[in-house]
């Protein structure tokens, strides 16, 4: 009898302890999906000794680690596949601003100075259909040399004369709404700042003139994996730009969502349509010569300086660093170095390039 008991004593013993070995296994696989749950989009790359997290906005992997050597980061997924960029002019005076719309599904966008203290926005997209861009409007010639970086294609509506030359001698590959429908009117009918597009529009441009649609160019700045914070500079929770007597931007820093407010002669920048405010992930200000061009129409047309050095900043989350920036041609990327002279490289997300007159000024605080 007692050995009957010790025997089934035994079994209890060994009958607890398979238990214990498969209910811990079940508590592991639920805790790594718990753990994978918790990290929303982050993504965990383990190899060898080296483990990385890093995610970008869709999920997908940007970027891994694998035993001692890492592979090029190609920066967000806005930049998978070959899909050719695509350089969009916004009417950016006031009376145009009611109309705006789109810009933030633009991955880089520039502002540049023109006529009259005014400005005008170059917006760049690429894998992506928003269904209402603009106000689109003309072309002046230094605003090509930026659509060469990126090796895009340039939609815009008219052109100055020396635009209108360049773009033939440089073959640039553009719509331009003088000659191409690719685009609709939208109150008030009697102004010029209401021609709106959308990127199906213009992709039917791009097929009929047989444009090539794929480009091997990469982005033209380096990208960081994860979202990083500046360890040099100095606390910049407002930004002020001040391009002339006529426009001034502003920029207010919105600690929860680590982005950038924009404004303009202290008005909220907004999109039209939904009501959203335009925002920076990432700021790059620098400073380029321009004076008055030598125009027989004598409109005040300008001329930029950006071939050659110069100075200026970058911010991201909240804080602001000096950089310089080189620019050897005109098809040649624009490089930005940090105070270390180290390469530039930014943060996921839309980036605004301010190119400011030299006569013009930077602020913050």
């Not at 080296?50 to 680690?65: K, R, Y």
Request: net charge negative.
């Amino acid at each position: 009898m007692d050995m009957d008991k010790n025997k089934l004593i035994k079994i209890g013993i060994a009958f607890v302890f398979v238990v214990a070995i498969c209910a811990g296994i079940v508590f592991g696989a639920w805790t790594a999906k718990k753990k994978q749950n918790a990290a929303g989009n982050n993504i965990i790359s383990e190899s060898g000794d080296n483990m990385e997290v890093f995610s970008d906005d869709s999920g997908e992997l940007s970027g891994e680690v694998s035993g001692d050597e890492e592979e090029e980061y190609l920066g967000p997924n806005i930049f998978s596949g070959d899909a050719r960029p695509i350089a969009v002019m916004i009417d950016n005076e006031k009376p145009a601003w009611v109309n705006h719309g789109g810009l933030n599904s633009a991955y880089m966008l520039y502002e540049f100075i023109i006529e009259g203290g005014e400005t005008r926005i170059m917006a760049f997209f690429k894998n992506v259909n928003p269904s209402y861009i603009g106000p689109v409007r003309s072309a002046r010639h230094y605003f090509l040399d930026y659509a060469m970086e990126h090796d895009a294609i340039f939609v815009h509506f008219g052109w100055s004369p020396l635009a209108q030359s360049n773009i033939k001698t440089l073959g640039i590959n553009n719509i331009n709404g003088i000659y191409d429908t690719f685009y609709w009117r939208v109150p008030p009918k009697s102004s010029y700042h209401n021609a709106i597009t959308s990127m199906e529009n213009i992709k039917k441009q791009i097929a009929s003139k047989k444009y090539r649609d794929t480009s091997d160019k990469g982005p033209i700045v380096a990208y960081n994996k994860a979202d990083t914070d500046l360890v040099s500079g100095d606390v910049a929770n407002t930004i002020k730009i001040k391009y002339s007597a006529t426009q001034n931007v502003s920029y207010q820093y919105d600690s929860e969502r680590k982005v950038y407010l924009r404004s303009m002669r202290g008005q909220a920048h907004k999109d039209s349509q939904t009501g959203e405010q335009f925002y920076a992930k990432n700021i790059i200000m620098i400073y380029v010569r321009d004076e008055l061009l030598d125009d027989p129409e004598d409109k005040g047309r300008r001329n930029l300086y950006n071939i050659g050095t110069g100075n200026g900043y970058f911010a991201t989350n909240g804080k602001i660093e000096k950089i310089t920036w080189k620019k050897t041609e005109r098809a040649a990327k624009t490089q930005y170095f940090d105070a270390a002279g180290n390469e530039l490289t930014i943060n996921d997300g839309i980036t605004w390039t301010q190119i400011v007159p030299v006569t013009g000024n930077i602020s913050f605080e």
